[in-house]
């Protein structure tokens, strides 16, 4: 089944607002990269964490790593229309060459 | 630069007919991987290959096949297309390691 479960599946903003995605996974990661789908368009990587404990950002978006490499978040400080699109974390379980995704956070924001 | 191909786009076939989607990649990428995205499962992995010659099963594996007779090309191939295997399908590549992974454009599949 599958090993990386993220929440919420939907959220819906007034533009202005905060926006928080969580991710977890059953085995520990290698590293969590997270990827942003605009509707109608395919994944692109916005980030990859690597250390325990690590947190990252870019602009108005913060990611975070959990210390026991089984856990992250993006949050998504005064929400803008441009936000709008489906959040994806990403996870390699140490020691496999596969990367697994969780089943993204679907992100509207109502101007 | 041309990145990651998929092609066909889009894509009809009738139940127990077989096709193959084609990926390419130009990027001497070591790792490819095919998905599948249906709504609210997010991306699965179907296939995956780490290297020319070599492939392994992802989370779906079941009703397709992969090959990797090179580095640049990863046909995923669809024996007896099932209603169920409607969906849209993602080919990514990346390098050896921690790294990014790109992916194409996308494949709609409709299987009626």
């Known amino acids: 089944g599958q090993q990386v479960m993220q929440i919420p599946q939907y959220q819906h903003v007034q533009e202005g607002e905060d926006f928080t995605t969580y991710c977890n996974s059953s085995t520990t990661l290698s590293n969590i990269q997270w990827y942003k789908q605009r509707p109608g368009g395919h994944p692109v990587f916005l980030i990859q964490l690597v250390k325990s404990g690590e947190v990252k950002k870019q602009k108005r978006l913060t990611f975070q790593f959990g210390e026991a490499k089984k856990n992250s978040s993006l949050h998504i400080t005064a929400t803008q229309t441009t936000d709008v699109g489906t959040y994806f974390c990403a996870g390699k379980p140490s020691n496999t060459g596969k990367l697994i995704f969780g089943q993204g956070t679907t992100l509207q924001v109502k101007p | 630069n041309a990145g990651v191909t998929q092609t066909p786009k889009f894509q009809v076939l009738k139940t127990g007919q077989s096709m193959t989607l084609q990926c390419a990649q130009d990027m001497n990428h070591e790792y490819m991987s095919w998905y599948r995205q249906d709504p609210g499962m997010g991306l699965r992995l179907i296939h995956y290959?780490?290297?020319?010659?070599?492939?392994d099963q992802g989370e779906v594996p079941n009703g397709y096949n992969v090959s990797r007779s090179t580095t640049e090309d990863f046909p995923l191939r669809l024996l007896s297309a099932a209603p169920s295997q409607t969906s849209v399908y993602f080919c990514?590549?990346?390098?050896?390691?921690?790294?990014?992974?790109?992916f194409g454009q996308g494949t709609r599949l409709t299987v009626v």
């Open positions: 990514a590549s990346s390098r050896q390691g921690a790294t990014e992974a790109f």
């Open positions: 290959s780490v290297g020319a010659g070599i492939t």
